[in-house]
């Protein structure tokens, strides 16, 4: 089980840097964990796409028997990644220099099986598709998710390509077109988020490649179309090898924003 694990993981990041360097792939990739993988992580869904790319709603084998619907005889489970939170003691100095243990948590992973509704068979199901957005109809505004995070954001005149960021706070130029603002946000907040200000390691490409893939993702999800983010990593001038070993850090931290909106939007 342990190597099962442990190629999984090996897989997903694998696959998660290929994902992030390609625009056609990310457009797919979003889609379908829009339309019916919302329940699953990023990095689960990603799995689940390698494995069975035709699937379409997945649960685990006693979830469908509580739907009514059972697995069909033969078919072959797609293994993602579940996590298990394990208590720990630690021993550490404290401020007297004393050695004390500390309990803490850690997470650790396990495979499980899950299976698509193609591979069952049973009661007829309700349709339980994330429908959160629709481009014709649901829409999200700049003014409606702003200060949802907690880095304070600013409107400003004359900031230069659409915002900057100091870490802690955020500034967006003003625009009457707010679907670039809200892109130029994803941008900011992707820096935010992935530690970038201060990061002496990264070069500045890298770091803009890695924003702009946090913020394509983001805003495709909320169907709001921006072409030029397709082709960041030429507009860049970046490395694609160096990317595809953040894939997966960047995935992650689309999702942290995409689930920030939607829990900010339902308060």
């Known amino acids: 089980m342990k190597e099962k694990t442990k190629e999984l ?30 329940s699953y992580s990023f990095g689960n869904m990603l799995l689940i796409y390698f494995q069975k790319g035709n699937a379409t709603l997945c649960a685990g084998y006693k979830t469908w028997q509580k739907k009514g619907r059972h697995v069909k005889k033969g078919q072959k489970g797609i293994s993602i990644l579940a996590p298990v939170f394990k208590k720990i003691k630690e021993e550490v100095e404290n401020k007297k220099g004393e050695k004390e243990k500390v309990e803490k948590i850690i997470t650790l992973f396990r495979t499980v099986a899950v299976f698509d509704v193609s591979q069952t068979e049973g009661k007829d199901l309700e349709n339980e598709v994330s429908n959160y957005v629709d481009g014709r109809e649901s829409k999200i505004t700049f003014e409606e998710i702003k200060d ?24 967006v130029a003003k625009s009457e077109n ?12 992707g820096h935010c988020y992935l530690n970038h200000i201060g990061d002496k390691e990264k070069t500045r490409e890298v770091k803009e490649i890695e924003a702009e893939a946090v913020a394509y993702i983001v805003s495709g999800y909320f169907d709001i179309q921006d072409e030029g983010s397709k082709f960041y990593i030429k507009n860049w001038g970046g490395d694609k090898e160096t990317v595809k070993k953040s894939g997966l850090k960047i995935l992650q931290t689309a999702e942290k924003i995409i689930r920030k909106i939607e829990e900010g939007n339902k308060k």
């Open 9 to 38: 993981k090996d897989k997903l990041e694998q696959l998660a840097g290929e994902v992030v360097v390609s625009g056609e792939e990310m457009d797919r990739y979003i889609k379908s964990w829009r339309n019916g993988f919302h």
């Open 148 to 171: 949802i995070f907690p880095f304070e954001v600013e409107v400003v005149k004359n900031v230069v390509e659409g915002g900057s960021t100091n870490g802690k706070s955020v500034k």
């Open 178 to 189: 707010g679907a670039f603002m809200l892109s130029s946000l994803f941008h900011e907040l």
